[in-house]
């Protein structure tokens, strides 16, 4: 099982060009979002995002969020 924690705001390619990359490379993967905006929190979600956290966020909402990513079945 793979799990990918992912910045949207990336250099050479954004978020939502990532997510579509990695669910063609792998459907199974769960993908959690991360960003300080969350205008495309929806978008993201029907996108393939198992979940998607908030910047800045603690420690304790990234365990929490990974444990239910993982616990989550794929579609």
Same mark, same amino acid.
């Given at each position: &099982? ?7 705001? &990336?250099?050479? $390619?954004?978020g939502? /060009?990532? =997510? ?10 769960? =993908?959690? *979002?991360?960003?300080? %905006? @969350?205008a495309?929190?929806?978008? %993201? $979600?029907?996108?393939g995002?198992?979940?998607?956290? %908030?910047?800045?966020?603690? *420690?304790?909402?990234? %365990?929490?969020?990974? @444990?239910? *990513? =993982?616990?989550? /079945? /794929?579609?």
């Open positions: &099982m793979s799990v990918v924690l992912m910045d949207m705001m &990336m250099p050479n $390619m954004d939502l /060009t990532g =997510i579509r990359t990695l669910r063609s490379l792998n459907p199974e993967v769960k =993908i959690i *979002a991360s960003s300080g %905006l @969350s495309n929190r929806q978008q %993201l $979600m029907a996108l995002a198992k979940a998607f956290l %908030l910047k800045p966020y603690t *420690a304790q909402e990234l %365990l929490q969020t990974l @444990s239910q *990513a =993982i616990a989550t /079945t /794929t579609d």
